[in-house]
């Protein structure tokens, strides 16, 4: 699990719940922040307002996709590249065939079609379209997912607002007990707070998170890409190295032997 997703999501709802214990009612304020109707208009609002501009299928996997967020990567840029640089030295010695054979310890399938497209002796330009049109397709479909929660936390807000005038119109048609107007506007900004909440506190943080992670993959694809042109190009594995330590940060050049220079 990502501890920091955890520990993040935990204390922004600790912050506001201690905020609110911290007030002129103590732990009793707390009360004042729950109301039935407007969770209902705010957060099913939301939602319901996202599920009419996808299909079922989308909105399930954008609902799913929240786990990716708590979950952490297994991208290892550093590895993938050691990865290559020892199939350019089994082509380089035992010729591209014999990464064939190299092929069936390999658990991504994305490297591993490319691999197959090389040893097949496809073209280098037909590899590269192949595998980016590959890459660009699972954007997409993680873009879709990012889409998702960016929608609900553009929905929250303008739901809670919706709920906030359906409380003042609510509260206006009442006014002839004047001692009833400050609970009831109470209960009418609530809405307001909870769009707030459910857009800064959950769907804007896990859209990020996403986003974070899918560039993280698209650089371990277009760096696969990369490697496994340079072998069927027969460059040496040390070139090889150099040019895919280019995607790195400083940081992850040094745990692979290189140096630290040009910042974090």
Known sequence: ????????????????????????????????????QSIMITIGGAFASVLTGCTIKEYVNGLKSIGIAFKIPSLD???????????????????????????????????????????????????RGIMETEMVSIDDRHKKNIGFWDNVAGMGPAWGMIGTLVGLIMMLYHMEDASTIGPAMAVALVTTFYGSLLANWICTPIAT?????????????????????????????????????SFLSPIERSLMGGDNEGGE
Do not use: H, W
């Not at 520990?7 to 009793?28: E, M, N, Y």
């Open 1 to 36: 699990m990502d501890i920091a997703t955890l520990i993040g999501v935990v204390l922004c709802i600790a912050f506001v719940v201690i905020s609110i214990c911290l007030g002129q009612d103590g732990p009793a304020g707390i009360q004042y922040f729950y109301d039935a």
């Open 77 to 127: 840029s550093p590895g993938i590249i050691k990865k290559i640089i020892e199939l350019s030295n089994v082509a380089r010695k035992e010729g591209l065939l014999s990464l064939e054979e190299a092929a069936g310890d390999i658990d991504d399938a994305f490297l591993k079609k490319g691999i197959m497209l090389v040893v097949d002796g496809t073209d280098p330009e037909l590899v």
């Open 209 to 245: 998170k996403l986003k974070a992670i899918n560039n993280a993959e698209m650089q371990v694809k277009e760096i696969m890409i990369e490697g496994l042109l340079s072998i069927q190009a027969g460059e040496n594995p040390r070139v090889i190295e150099e040019k895919l330590k």
